[in-house]
């Protein structure tokens, strides 16, 4: 596997029950593999080729386990690497009443029964209250797709008039229409998540729906500006965490659902049976086209599944017998999502307008610092600005009257005549190359030193040469002979 490269973790939450199918559920001594048995079906005779046994093996069992070792489990590593501007998921997947509102928002009875949601805002704002060399920005938004329909759960409108849609760009994936939240503590954001949910709730009565058979998904928005600056850039981190509480995953049979309900459950399986989809094509590296596109949910998910973000799913199961067939199905969906490879990137950008800005105010800054200097030493009229043509033309004279002997020292007052002064000599020095590469030209014939071919030939070409005049020159040696002779 490549260095960057790693799996989606999956892990695997039970609800405690007081009829835990202990025959039916097995937990391995690792604490990551899970055994089901279901005992062959008697009326179907001797002959029974249905499987029995199911051997799974995830990242972790969570069995009896409290809030807060649930979240160092789960959460953890992906919020602290979301400050260091990884984008991460963490997905509660289960059927109905199996825990995933109580694992992802927690209850509200006890303060140490609090979510990984609540928690992972904790985190995150003791990370900045410890912070010294960046800003931290954290923002909020709260999502619910409810009948392939998006509700904005921290709506300031009243009316939803404002349509919701969602977008790729070359960002990643967002959903216009959707309020998202500046938040200046921890505080701030324990209201968002409890204006969510009471707004879930009103809707549930007024618009006549069950929250529980949504997908919610809260986003916490983090920006890092380093007040460090990397070669005079500024660098900016832009980061999201989406923690999502998907609806229930029971099958429409067992539900014996009708009307409402009924569409409800369809629509869910619908969302749910494309995630798997997507989740078997990503988990495929053949393939080419992910199809996100199909369900909202899978679209809104697009950047945070698998590719480019940390991302974990915690499928809540029920102990009980009587719901071992969900749990199977619950286990089959997060033994896939194990074989997702992701690659995370960190999403950082380099502040342009920032950096402008906080480039053009040390400068002003500088130049008064000069003013100040200069009067100190009685240089009033020393100016900084770009060189006028005429001052341009005063320099270049100079320099030819210094070449030529005329004068001894060029005046200089300031940094930008001595760089056009550096300049005016290199084009001197230019021109006067061309000037000898031309006379030697009209000369001779120019070859490269490292041309070895044309060097060969114009010395075979000499050697002719000097041959022919010996053989000249020993010609008018004899003929001078034959002169003298006669
Ligand atoms: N690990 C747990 N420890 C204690 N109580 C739990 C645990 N998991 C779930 N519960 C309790 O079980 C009940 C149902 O749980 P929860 O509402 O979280 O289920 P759910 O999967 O979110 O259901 P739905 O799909 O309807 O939203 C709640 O009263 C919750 O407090």
């Not at 999201?240 to 409402?260: Q, Y």
């Not at 991302?311 to 999502?337: D, P, Q």
């Not at 000037?435 to 070859?447: A, G, N, P, Q």
Request: net charge positive.
């Amino acid at each position: 596997m490549h260095a960057a490269e790693k799996k989606v973790r999956a892990f695997v939450r039970v609800k405690p029950t007081a009829h835990f199918a202990q025959d039916v559920i097995k937990f391995g001594p690792d604490n990551k593999s899970i055994d089901i048995y279901i005992k062959k079906d008697a009326k179907k005779g001797v002959v029974n080729n249905k499987q029995t046994d199911w051997s799974f093996k995830l990242d972790g069992v969570l069995h009896n386990t409290s809030q807060e070792l649930t979240y160092e489990t789960v959460a953890k590593k992906l919020v602290s690497e979301a400050l260091t501007g990884y984008n991460g998921t963490i997905m509660c997947y289960g059927q109905t009443g199996a825990g995933k509102t109580y694992t992802m928002t927690g209850a509200t009875a006890e303060y140490k029964h609090r979510g990984i949601i609540p928690r992972a805002v904790q985190q995150v704002f003791r990370a900045i209250a410890c912070s010294v060399d960046s800003f931290i920005t954290v923002r909020i938004s709260y999502l619910e797709i409810y009948n392939e329909t998006l509700c904005d759960l921290l709506s300031t409108t009243t009316s939803n008039d404002m349509q919701m849609a969602i977008v790729d760009c070359p960002q990643g994936v967002y959903v216009k229409g959707l309020s998202i939240h500046s938040v200046s503590d921890e505080e701030d954001a324990l209201n968002l998540l409890f204006e969510g949910e009471t707004n879930r709730v009103i809707a549930e009565h007024s618009l006549n729906k069950n929250s529980s058979r949504s997908h919610c998904i809260f986003t916490i928005y983090i920006e890092v500006r380093s007040r460090v600056r990397v070669l005079s850039d500024i660098r900016c981190i832009n980061s999201k965490i989406n923690l999502i509480d998907l609806a229930g995953s029971e099958r429409l049979s067992k539900t014996r659902s009708e009307g409402r309900v009924l569409k409800e459950a369809a629509y869910i399986n619908k969302s749910l049976s494309f995630l798997e989809q997507i989740i078997i094509a990503l988990a495929d590296p053949k393939r080419e086209h992910i199809p996100f596109r199909q369900s909202k949910l899978t679209h809104v998910l697009k950047d945070s599944l698998g590719g480019k973000c940390n991302t974990v799913l915690v499928a809540n199961i029920c102990g009980e017998a009587l719901h071992v067939e969900e749990t199977l199905s619950s286990l089959r969906f997060a033994t896939r999502m194990k074989w997702i490879t992701t690659e995370p990137v960190v999403n950082v950008t380099y502040d342009s307008e920032e950096t402008v800005k906080t480039l053009e105010k040390e400068i002003s800054l500088l130049k008064q610092e000069l003013a100040m200097h200069d009067s100190l030493v009685n240089r009033s009229l020393v100016t900084y600005g770009p060189l006028t043509d005429v001052q341009v033309a005063e320099i270049k004279s100079q320099i030819h009257k210094y070449l030529q002997g005329a004068i001894d020292e060029i005046d200089i007052m300031n940094f930008r005549q001595v760089q056009e002064v550096f300049k005016q000599f290199k084009l001197i020095v230019r021109q006067q190359e061309g000037e000898v590469e031309t006379r030697l030209r009209s000369k001779y014939i120019l070859i490269d030193k490292n041309d070895f071919a044309t060097i060969a030939a114009a010395q075979k070409v000499m050697a002719g040469k000097q041959k022919n005049t010996r053989s000249l020159k020993g010609l008018f040696k004899s003929s001078l002979r034959t002169d003298f002779n006669t």
